[in-house]
């Protein structure tokens, strides 16, 4: 009988990046700057916590509980975030949050002991989503040619998201400051993702950083 080899086995199940084959470096503009900064990277942990109307306030006192949120309450509507000592807390809609934690704790499993069946899901997207970190004095004008935003401060304020897309695939863009930005993208898509932004970014020269898996 054929015996699997359990090196071969684990070296199956390794992480691999969606940015493979892109390479780090930089290339300045026709005047010699280099005006935006990206740095691509995969995520210790993503999850995906959602119900419908009738159970969305048994879903939030179960994230608070969950996450020790203490005098902090989940954010109350689409698009506000807030900072735990987990990681960033994210309400991606009006019956759903989204947990991009620091080092993968908690896990799904860690969740669904504070949100039963009957109140929400929880789900695991550690593989289905990566992140594209974009800074630079013309990051801004990098971003309007891809998203349809108003990337002014008084309509997308530092410390919130908004959910929007390129080329007919969705993304989730918040604003770190200022001029700095996270776009969380589907894995799947990731290389081309980034390929686009590269693109976007030439004129006003670019540099890219590839890392593994950062904190929050």
Not at 136 to 149: E, N, R
């Amino acid at each position: 009988m054929f015996e699997p080899d359990a090196d071969a086995m684990a070296a199956t199940t390794l992480h691999r990046s969606p940015f493979e084959g892109h390479v780090a470096g930089a290339q300045a503009s026709a005047a010699g700057h280099v005006g935006v900064r990206l740095r691509a990277e995969t995520l210790p942990g993503v999850l995906l916590m959602a119900t419908w109307p009738t159970a969305t306030a048994a879903l939030e006192r179960a994230l608070a509980s969950g996450l020790s949120l203490l005098a902090k309450a989940p954010p109350g509507r689409t698009g506000q975030v807030i900072e735990l000592a987990q990681g960033l807390l994210m309400r991606t809609g009006p019956h759903e949050f989204m947990l991009v934690s620091r080092s993968g704790v908690p896990t799904a499993a860690d969740l669904r002991t504070h949100v039963p069946t009957q109140v929400g899901s929880v789900t695991d997207l550690g593989h289905a989503r990566c992140r594209i970190r974009i800074e630079g004095d013309h990051c801004q004008a990098t971003l309007s040619k891809l998203f349809a935003l108003d990337l002014r401060e008084a309509s997308f304020p530092v410390g919130e998201l908004r959910l929007s897309g390129h080329h007919h695939v969705p993304c989730t863009v918040f604003r770190r400051g200022a001029d700095r930005f996270d776009i969380y993208v589907l894995s799947t898509y990731g290389y081309d993702q980034l390929a686009t932004v590269l693109d976007a970014a030439r004129e006003f020269g670019v540099s890219l950083e590839l890392q593994g898996n950062p904190t929050a």
